[in-house]
């Protein structure tokens, strides 16, 4: 068994406390022996006593001296109706240290005594008052040497000792089997779980079944075997979308190639002398085009994450020029005019080929809204700086966002803006925005018109070095 672990740290701890608490009785348990010990030796000087005033005559020296050490003290003094008599008595090695009455000591002064005579080795003599027993007078003095009781203070406070680390021992060891029934095992059988479920959780055996008797681990057992549930089922599903996202992949890229060949086919109907065939071809263009255009980017998107943002200074009017230029369409049923409110020498930074495909996006999704209607309309760029960092609005005049487009509008597959749509664009767009630390959000969609607006935080400010000049 190891000290770091739980069942380790218990016993030692448990162990600690027992023998801090034994010692707390220690004390008191010495000063009572103490008093005791005095006491015993006050009833024998007054047993001896009696014993001698019941004869008239005077006793021999030795028999005096007998009775004195049997009673472990060197003399005895009686008060008997207010008369104080020495009734036994011999040479005193030294003079009296201290006196100590026993009718008036609290505890805690018994206490105190107590270890001044067992940390102190020297042998000193003291007087000790007490009552008489069984009545048998007023008050009785004796004196007596302190190296036989510290002795015999020392011998019971080893057998105390013993005794507690015994004790301790044993409850450390009771304690500890029972913790690591209680609890040690429950644990271990969590943490078995938790491995072996880490190392197959498509395997439904290795999710736990609660059956632990205490209330809070089994409250435990019951949310990781939840868990457990719910991560196996979520694998499970990710591993189908997996699946059924490389069969899509497989299908997408080959529908491309066939479409690019029919689109080849139908870019030769464009000569035809047929009126019905010319009419026809154009259709037929869009509506390929349309088809190829959604298995690139299914493709693009199920290729892998974006890489991460290339940073670097990137004049914004500029950009947005750029943008305009490539997203001016031929002459169509509708007139889209491009307006700019950019201030001039604008300078963020950025990853410029991430930055220009979502300003691309959003100005394709808004010219293709405007041509939808048949009627002339205008998209205009915007931009900006604030005490939180740089912002661009891409606004037009369309119909507006259909309600459904608006309830998933960042989320992939989850219909597009226009019809047909696979809803794309904006998912990767957001995806690129956030990867520079800022958010894309739809500010406002209506009749007159949507409005996006992209924000990028100050944390991304050009250094000095950087600035243009």
């Known amino acids: 068994m190891k000290i770091n672990t739980l069942s380790g740290r218990f016993l030692v701890l448990t162990t600690v406390f027992v023998v801090l608490a034994e010692m707390l009785i220690l004390l008191p348990g010495l000063a009572n022996f103490r008093e005791d010990y005095l006491l015993t030796r006050l009833e024998r000087a007054q047993i001896a006593s009696l014993a001698l005033l019941t004869t008239d005559t005077m006793i021999e020296p030795d028999l005096e001296q007998e009775l004195l050490d049997n009673a472990g003290v060197y003399n005895v003094v009686l008060r008997r109706d207010a008369a104080r008599q020495l009734v036994l008595s011999s040479p005193i090695p030294q003079p009296i240290a201290a006196t100590y009455d026993l009718r008036e000591e609290p505890f805690w002064r018994l206490v105190r005594d107590a270890l001044v005579v067992l940390v102190d080795p020297e042998n000193h003599v003291v007087r000790v008052i007490g009552d008489p027993v069984q009545k048998g007078g007023l008050v009785i003095e004796v004196t007596l040497s302190t190296a036989p009781l510290r002795l015999e203070m020392i011998e019971y406070g080893l057998r105390l000792l013993a005794l507690s680390a015994i004790v301790s021992v044993v409850t450390a060891l009771l304690l500890f089997l029972l913790v690591r029934r209680l609890m040690v095992v429950p644990i271990k059988r969590v943490v078995a779980h938790m491995a072996a479920y880490a190392d197959a959780p498509e395997d439904a055996r290795t999710i736990i079944a609660p059956q632990a008797r205490i209330e809070e681990l089994r409250v435990a057992e019951e949310a990781l075997a939840s868990m457990q549930h719910q991560l196996t089922a979520s694998l499970r599903q990710k591993e189908r979308l997996a699946q059924l996202g490389q069969a899509v992949a497989k299908i997408s890229h080959d529908l491309r190639n066939i479409l690019t ?74 007139q889209v005019d491009f307006v700019t409110d ?128």
């Not at 890489?307 to 002459?331: F, H, R, S, T, Y």
């Not at 630390?437 to 949507?450: F, H, K, N, Q, S």
């Open 261 to 334: 060949t029919a689109q080849l086919f139908a870019d030769r109907m464009e000569d035809s002398e047929d009126p019905a065939v010319q009419r026809a071809a154009p259709k037929l263009m869009n509506s390929i085009g349309r088809a190829v255009n959604l298995c690139e980017t299914t493709l693009a998107f199920g290729r892998a994450e974006e890489p991460p943002p290339k940073l670097a200074p990137v004049d914004l009017g500029a950009l947005v020029a750029e943008v305009i230029e490539g997203e001016q369409a031929p002459a169509s049923a509708a």
């Open 342 to 469: 950019v201030p001039e020498g604008l300078m963020i930074r950025a990853d410029q080929e991430q930055l220009y495909r979502v300003l691309s996006n959003l100005a394709r999704n808004a010219r293709q809204a405007i041509e939808a209607t048949n009627q002339p309309g205008t998209i205009e760029f915007g931009a900006g700086q604030s005490a939180e960092g740089w912002w661009i609005r891409v606004q037009d005049t369309g119909p507006g966002l259909p309600e459904k487009a608006r309830e998933r509008l960042f989320q992939p597959f989850s219909g597009g803006v226009k019809k047909g749509g696979t809803g794309l664009g904006l998912a990767i767009s957001a995806e690129l925005v956030r990867g520079h630390g800022g958010r894309l959000d739809l500010v406002r969609t209506d009749a007159t018109g949507t409005e996006f607006r992209l924000t990028l935080p100050r944390a991304l400010e050009l250094t000095q070095a950087e600035l243009p000049g």
